[in-house]
Each structure stands twice: as C-alpha cells, then as structure tokens.
C-alpha cells in the first residue's frame, strides 16, 4: 500500500463529524415533516374543512336535484371521508326514476353524483295532466301544467289498470324507433270487444288493436307499412290477423 495515499484519522475526524450532522438532520427533517403532515391530517379529519362544501349533480331530467341529495344523505355537514360511494350510489337508486348513480369524491370536499334515469315510455292523461310512464313501469307524479310530451306516446282514456299495465309492458318491450312513430294510444272500452286501442301514428295512419297483444303485434307495423301504395292512408287491424283498410277519398264519399 502507498503509505503517501493514507489519510491520518485526525484529519479525517472533521468530516466524519460533518456528515454524521448531515445525517441527523437529515433524520430530523424527516421525522419533522412525517410529524407536520400528522398534525396537519388530524386538524383536517377535525375540522369544518373536512365537511363537504360541494356537491354536483348531472344527468337529472325527471327527478330534482334536491331529491337526489335527500336520498344521497349527503349534506355540509357530512364528513368526505363518511360519505362512502357505493352506499350513497345504492341510496340513489333505490328513487323509482333512477337507472344507475355514480358518485365520486374529489379532495379536499367535493363530490359529484351522475345520474342515468329510465326513459320515459308513455305519459297518462288524466284530468287534463300527464303523468310519465317509466321504462320499468313505474308511474310517476304529475309533471308541471302547460308542458305538452313530445318525446313519448300519450295515452288517454286508460280507466282499466290492467290494461295500462300490458300498453306499458308492451311499449317497454319493441324498439325506440317504433314507439317514437306513435302519437296517441286511446283505451275504448268496449266490454268483449277485443278491438280496445286505437294508436293514431304520426304518419297519419291508425292502427286498431288489442291491450293483451299490443306488444308482439305492433312489431308487424313496419312491414305493414312498407307494402302500403305510396300516399295511402287508413287504419291498420292487428287485433284479430292484420290488414289494412284504406282511408275513403272525397271523391268516394259523395257516392
């Protein structure tokens, strides 16, 4: 060994000293900062800060925002870290208008809550109100006076419950693009007349049926319409086979 390349412990103690300081603290500064960052958490977890001061809701058409905060049970006194997601998203879903909840929660007090509700298949007139008919079948209450549904058939004179059920049944179960075809649905009750509907389709035909069978046979409507002569109009019977009677003309009534 090069005895000219050996440092004599005297001079190395002074180092020696200088990086067990830097050691220490380093050590200190983090056991300080571990300690600040406890002392910070328990002041949050014990403080108003830790309540939630924000909530959003998205994706609510029927149901009120108001509605579905009450059946979150989340308000500005609720703790973030109480407020667990998927308890709260069963809450929500438990309202007869709500499809699915999603809730998410964002530091330090937020949370937001995204609704996806059934759609509205049908809207009973009663008493000059309408009242929404959900994709499940739910009834719901009357919706504001002066708002006039576009979006789904009316259905009116329906006094026999069993049969709202089975129009209701039957429009959840054929395809949107169908069921956005008709206007109006009119319950006639006729005693043993299996001929109790008439739909008034937006085309300017009507189709004659039967609540029992409305489901399966509306379905045949399209190919029904697809063989009709260009401009016809008249009334489609589904109850009992299905043919078309076309509309008389002017000229045929003064005959």
């Given at each position: 060994?090069?005895?000219?390349?050996?440092i004599?412990?005297?001079?190395r103690?002074?180092?020696?000293?200088?990086?067990?300081k830097?050691?220490?603290?380093?050590?200190?500064?983090?056991?300080?900062?571990?300690?600040?960052?406890?002392?910070?958490?328990?002041?949050?977890?014990?403080?108003?800060?830790?309540?939630?001061?924000?909530?959003?809701?998205?994706?609510?058409?029927?149901?009120?925002?108001?509605?579905?905060?009450?059946?979150?049970?989340?308000?500005?006194?609720?703790?973030?870290?109480?407020?667990?997601?998927?308890?709260?998203?069963?809450?929500?879903?438990?309202?007869?208008?709500?499809?699915?909840?999603?809730?998410?929660?964002?530091?330090?007090?937020?949370?937001?809550?995204?609704?996806?509700?059934?759609?509205?298949?049908?809207?009973?007139l009663?008493?000059?109100?309408?009242?929404?008919?959900?994709?499940n079948?739910?009834?719901?209450?009357?919706?504001?006076?002066?708002?006039?549904?576009?979006?789904?058939?009316?259905?009116?004179?329906?006094?026999n419950?069993?049969?709202?059920?089975?129009?209701?049944?039957?429009?959840?179960?054929?395809?949107?693009s169908?069921?956005?075809?008709?206007?109006?649905?009119?319950?006639?009750?006729?005693?043993?007349?299996?001929?109790?509907?008439?739909?008034?389709?937006?085309?300017?035909?009507?189709?004659?049926?039967?609540?029992?069978?409305?489901?399966?046979?509306?379905?045949?409507?399209?190919?029904?319409?697809?063989?009709?002569?260009n401009?016809?109009?008249?009334?489609?019977?589904?109850s009992?086979?299905?043919?078309?009677?076309?509309?008389?003309?002017?000229?045929?009534?003064?005959?």
């Open positions: 060994m090069d005895r000219n390349k050996v004599p412990l005297e001079d103690l002074p180092q020696l000293k200088k990086e067990r830097q050691k220490a603290n380093r050590r200190f500064a983090l056991y300080a900062t571990i300690f600040f960052l406890l002392i910070l958490a328990v002041v949050y977890f014990q403080s108003p800060l830790s309540r939630v001061s924000r909530i959003s809701v998205s994706g609510q058409q029927i149901v009120s925002r108001s509605e579905v905060l009450r059946a979150s049970g989340i308000s500005n006194k609720t703790h973030i870290w109480d407020v667990g997601s998927g308890n709260v998203e069963k809450q929500i879903e438990k309202l007869p208008s709500i499809q699915h909840a999603s809730v998410r929660k964002a530091f330090p007090n937020s949370v937001s809550i995204h609704i996806q509700e059934y759609g509205r298949k049908a809207y009973l009663k008493n000059g109100t309408y009242f929404p008919i959900l994709q079948g739910t009834l719901l209450g009357p919706l504001q006076k002066g708002f006039m549904p576009t979006d789904a058939p009316i259905l009116v004179n329906f006094t419950p069993s049969a709202l059920k089975e129009v209701s049944e039957g429009l959840a179960a054929i395809p949107a169908l069921v956005h075809g008709i206007s109006d649905i009119h319950y006639i009750n006729g005693g043993t007349d299996p001929d109790n509907l008439i739909l008034y389709m937006n085309d300017g035909n009507r189709v004659v049926a039967n609540s029992k069978t409305f489901g399966d046979n509306i379905k045949l409507y399209p190919e029904i319409l697809a063989n009709l002569p401009g016809e109009h008249g009334t489609v019977h589904l009992v086979g299905s043919y078309f009677v076309p509309d008389q003309s002017p000229k045929s009534n003064n005959h």
